[in-house]
């Protein structure tokens, strides 16, 4: 009987379930976006202390990776390759050696990357080179090689923590053919995000079935341009739209946000956006618990972090004192003197110095009739005395190229009256601001407070004119004279000198502005420099050996008795002082 008791409880045994083996995993998602350069706490245009950049980063990192071990997974989400001359210097001069940004992502060992826009600017020599050099997967799922039609490079990559598949699907803005020459993406399209990405999150719920799904997106939150053949910020959208994704890195907008969209499924998705400058990383924190293998339950949070107050990582510094020492040595290499301190923040109020002497330079190097020009940098000054190299990327900050278009004096006149119709105001009364300005965009590091991007405030020399802000968009602008004293011609070609972003469209003033369709202008271009502006205005100064900025005076903001109170007032509410 005892012997059939055993036996029968056994058999009960095997008849009931074994208890379900529950685990719980977290991991750790560390996003940077738009470091553009900044590596080191040290700025090397001003040659000064820097706030973040990724030596703060790396520490941050290294002490959460104590925690997570390989539960930490490091992204990068593009514009890394161009800002400051630690990228120019190995870029395009020690082009022998690996690229620093290559060697930053392998030391701080990075689980995958994503193109930027200022990326694609370097060239295929620059970027070619740097994806053979990580050490980890550059995504990018819309951006398509003509010849074969699939995906330049890989468009994500599978990443395995303890048994939990993660899926990185990356994306890039779809508006860089409108923006860069197609020399620099030969052989390339750029397909739109959200068609893409519905394409490719099918894909990977077929065939991969990942347990999480992150975006990795270098296309801003929403706004942006958008014309019938892009739109250049579709974060958001692609949140609400297509669901799957349970996190969204996103950046290229330059603007710290933190959102939660809950999209057509009823689901969350958290969007985090780090801005810019390696100031900030995106951290989100997943919670799953499985039961058997299988995910039945997963929470994500996540938030913006500033790492601005986290100590430098001395033993990256250390690792990289040679190339920071080289670096030094090639900033630091005199060019010519500057007879007066200039400074990009008048250039928003009037014809200015700084402005006019990229103006000028950009006409004696080509021999243009008349010049188009923008201030690249919010508020930076260049000072009186030595130029220095490291002054030159305050001058000009992009590694734009130098065309020369054919240009009708009414085109001329509409592409300006485009640029104004961004920049100012139109006054009401002698109290209304005479900046364009816009609260909300106080944080975006590319608006300033402005309603519109300040890279777009287009003014001219070579032409007299004058600025009505009581006059409504569209007839602003009134151009009186060539500034050689000849009559303007409204239906005269002209040759008129800008950088390549303006010339290949970029900011929609030649086209939405001046009315000159996309597929024509390549045709209007008569001159295009074999290499980066900077490299000409450099080149033009060490000519000059001694400069003499000064304003054109060739135009001007008026009614005067409106303006000139309403100038002091603006300028004291953006720049804090008169």
């Known amino acids: 009987m005892k012997e059939l008791a055993v036996t029968g409880l056994a058999m009960l045994c095997l008849a ?84 620093i940004a290559a060697e930053v992502v392998n030391y701080m060992k990075y689980d995958a990357g994503a193109f930027g826009n200022h990326d694609i600017e370097t060239g295929h020599a620059v970027y070619d080179k740097w994806i053979k050099e990580v050490e980890c997967p550059i995504v990018g799922a819309n951006i398509i090689d ?32 409108n923006w860069l020459n197609e020399s620099l993406w030969a ?72 959102s939660v969209v809950t999209n057509d499924e009823g689901t969350e998705v958290l969007c985090l956006d780090p801005s810019c400058n390696a100031l900030m990383v995106g951290d989100a924190s997943i919670e799953i618990e499985t039961e058997n293998g299988r995910v039945v339950r997963k929470s994500v949070t996540g938030q913006v972090h500033d790492i601005c107050d986290e100590a430098v990582d001395e033993d990256f510094m250390e690792h990289f004192k040679p190339h920071t020492d080289r670096i030094n040595h090639y900033v630091s290499r005199p060019v010519g003197t500057l007879g007066d301190t200039i400074r990009t923040r008048d250039c928003f109020f009037g014809s200015a110095p700084f402005t006019d002497l990229v103006h000028n330079l950009q006409l004696a190097i080509t021999g243009a009739d008349i010049s188009f020009n923008a201030p690249l940098s919010f508020n930076i000054s260049v000072p009186k005395g030595e130029i220095y190299v490291s002054d030159m990327f305050k001058l000009y900050k992009y590694e734009n190229n130098i065309y020369v278009l054919n240009m009708t004096g009414e085109e001329i006149r509409k592409h300006l009256e485009m640029s104004y119709d961004l920049w100012v105001n139109t006054m009401k009364s002698p109290d209304d601001h005479i900046m364009l300005l816009d609260d909300d965009n106080r944080n975006d590091m590319q608006k300033y407070g402005f309603k519109n991007m300040t890279f777009n405030f287009d003014s001219a020399a070579g032409i007299d004119y004058e600025v009505d802000v009581k006059q409504p968009n ?33 900011g929609e003033l030649l086209t939405r502005g001046a009315g000159i369709s996309k597929d024509s202008i390549d045709a209007r271009i008569v001159y295009r420099s074999d290499k980066d502006q900077r490299f000409y205005l450099m080149k033009e100064i060490e000519r000059m050996k001694n400069v003499l900025p000064k304003a054109n005076g060739n135009w001007r903001f008026v009614p005067v008795e409106w303006v000139r109170p309403a100038i002091e007032r603006d300028r004291k509410l953006i720049f804090g002082d008169l």
């Not at 890989?154 to 860089?176: S, V």
């Not at 099918?202 to 347990?211: A, C, G, Q, S």
């Not at 303007?488 to 303006?502: A, E, G, I, Q």
């Open 146 to 177: 003509t010849v074969s039609g699939k995906p330049y490079t890989t468009p994500y990559t599978i990443i395995l923590r303890e048994g939990i598949k993660i899926a990185i699907l990356g994306m890039t803005t779809p508006a860089i053919p």
């Open 187 to 258: 052989g390339l399209r750029f397909d739109g995000i959200k068609e893409s990405a519905r394409y490719w999150m099918e894909h990977l719920k077929k065939t991969e079935r990942p347990d999480i799904v992150i975006g990795l997106f270098h296309s801003g939150w929403e706004g942006g341009i958008s014309t019938q053949l892009y739109t250049e910020d579709e974060t958001h959208d692609v949140a609400r739209e297509i669901p799957g994704f349970d996190i969204v890195f996103y950046g290229h907008d330059h603007t710290r946000r933190r």
């Open 474 to 506: 569209g007839r602003k602008v009134r151009i009186l004279r060539m500034s050689d004293g000849r009559p303007f011609d409204k239906h005269r070609w002209y040759k008129v000198v800008m950088n390549s972003y303006r010339g290949n469209g970029g």
């Open 16 to 99: 009931t379930p074994a208890p379900a083996k529950n685990k719980k995993i977290n991991l750790r998602i560390i996003e940077t976006s738009d470091v553009h350069g900044c590596f080191f706490p040290y700025n090397f245009i001003e040659r000064k202390p820097m706030k973040g950049t990724l030596a703060r980063v790396s520490t941050y990192v290294n002490r959460l990776r104590k925690h997570y071990g390989d539960n930490l997974i490091l992204l990068d989400n593009g514009d890394i390759l161009q800002g400051q001359p630690t990228c120019y210097y190995y870029n395009y001069i020690a082009t022998d050696t690996k690229n």
